[in-house]
């Protein structure tokens, strides 16, 4: 109940004042502050992801429309976190990760090690067989197909999958990598179901 009344709170002063025509002052510092309030005893593990990072203040500071000099800035150090496989091979199993990116099973504190999916159609429409699929992002219907299948598309993706944010600062997309939220065969797999010749992705 003191949770949601700090939220209320918050929210309001964040109207007050504020116009139709106008956008609320965010304060990240306070943002912050309420997000940590709202996981007082935070698993081992889980301290950096009530905690922003320098990258999430200047999303939260600008409400995700960041001015040219902090887009260039996020970028760059977005860009410095990704991590390719040693092997330089991106591409995995896409028919594992046709289940991954199926699986919206998040995280959870009794998950030891953590299982996580990538829910991929709850923002994108994958393939024509798939009747239920969000539309927050793009349709990745023939992703591949329309990239030429080209190797560094593909590994391009994986940065995108990756971090996100490396490739469009202040993205609603998650930094799965960046936050190990997925691992590294995990993201070949999805990947792989984007540029894989056989993947129905790409029929």
Known sequence: MKKTFVLAALLTAFASGATAQDKPKVDPATLEAVTKAMWPKVPEGWEKRVSFDETQKQCSEHRNEPPGAVFDQIKAREIATVKFPA?????????????????????????????????????????????????????????????????????????????????????????????????????????????????????
């Open 87 to 203: 092997d330089g091979n991106v591409l995995g199993d896409w028919k594992s990760g046709i289940r991954i990116a199926n699986d919206g099973r998040g995280g959870t504190f009794t998950d030891r090690p953590m299982t996580n999916g990538a829910n991929c159609y709850a923002c994108h429409q994958l393939d024509l067989a798939q009747l239920s699929y969000g539309t927050l992002g793009p349709s990745l219907h023939l992703y591949g197909k329309n990239r030429g299948f080209k190797p560094e598309e593909a590994k391009a993706t994986y940065a995108k999958i990756y971090n996100a944010m490396s490739v469009m600062p202040c993205s609603m997309m998650p930094r799965f990598g960046y936050h190990n939220f997925l691992t590294e065969q995990q993201m070949k797999d999805v990947t792989a179901l984007l540029f894989d010749p056989e993947s129905p992705v790409n029929k």
